[in-house]
């Protein structure tokens, strides 16, 4: 099985469908050397049209090659950018340009970069409270529970989730797909990274409760560290 080939085929193929204007090449395959192809697991497209339509999604196999097609109007491509919508956002960062007839594709992939660059926005007081508050909170109800093996290990595993996202929002930095969580931390915090992968090969209850302080307070500590109090005044009970 030849998948540049296939991904040749395809891509020619998407070509010539009425009011194609673009077509991207997202996720791995994006990053993809043409010899390396075979080794993808599948081949992810971003098909992009001129014409208004809704956004769409095709799994498909071909001769025994994967691939993942998203289909998308030119109009939503940017009303996503300019929401700055993670999803779009992080998945056009990484996009490479395969195929385009619309000179507009190249200004929107520029924008979403400047938009990548100058991060998520300045955080707001209330929600930085709240972000440290929360942490602490949930950090107290699981050593209170250690010794329920079973429930323990289920809510660490949740707030071990939560601190990572929780970083991201701290220091305006657009949190990554997770699958790329580990790749992208390695690269803006080293340490945190090293801490995250410990505590995820970590068996022992003890140990991860352990390591999990140890993030939570290193993710804290710039912010004004640990909140254990909260005096009366609003607060999002959705969260």
């Known amino acids: 099985?030849?998948?540049?080939?296939?991904?040749?085929?395809?891509?020619?193929?998407?070509?010539?469908?009425?009011?194609?204007?673009?077509?991207?090449?997202?996720?791995?395959?994006?990053?993809?050397?043409?010899?390396?192809?075979?080794?993808?697991?599948?081949?992810?497209?971003?098909?992009?049209?001129?014409?208004?339509?809704?956004?769409?999604?095709?799994?498909?196999?071909?001769?025994?090659?994967?691939?993942?097609?998203?289909?998308?109007?030119?109009?939503?491509?940017?009303?996503?950018?300019?929401?700055?919508?993670?999803?779009?956002?992080?998945?056009?960062?990484?996009?490479k340009i395969f195929f385009a007839q619309n000179e507009l594709i190249f200004g929107i992939i520029d924008r979403v970069k400047d938009i990548y660059l100058n991060g998520t926005g300045e955080i707001k007081a209330e929600d930085l409270k709240f972000i440290r508050f929360n942490l602490s909170q949930k950090l107290i109800d699981i050593e209170n529970r250690i010794h329920d093996v079973v429930l323990s290990s289920f809510l660490m595993q949740r707030l071990f989730m939560q601190v990572l996202e929780d970083y991201y929002t701290l220091n305006e930095i657009w949190q990554p797909h997770p699958k790329n969580t580990f790749e992208n931390l390695d690269v803006v915090d080293p340490k945190l990274c090293h801490l995250a992968k410990t505590f995820v090969y970590e068996c022992t209850a003890k140990r991860q409760f352990e390591l999990l302080a140890e993030m939570v307070t290193y993710v804290l500590e710039p912010f004004g560290g640990r909140l254990m109090t909260w005096e009366k005044g609003p607060y999002n009970i959705a969260k």
């Open 1 to 95: 099985m030849d998948y540049y080939k296939a991904f040749l085929e395809k891509t020619e193929e998407l070509k010539n469908e009425d009011s194609v204007v673009a077509i991207l090449l997202i996720g791995k395959t994006a990053r993809a050397e043409k010899e390396k192809f075979n080794h993808l697991n599948d081949i992810d497209l971003l098909v992009v049209y001129e014409n208004n339509r809704s956004f769409e999604r095709e799994i498909e196999n071909i001769d025994g090659i994967p691939f993942d097609i998203s289909y998308i109007s030119i109009f939503d491509m940017i009303t996503q950018v300019e929401d700055r919508s993670l999803i779009w956002v992080n998945m056009m960062m990484g996009a």
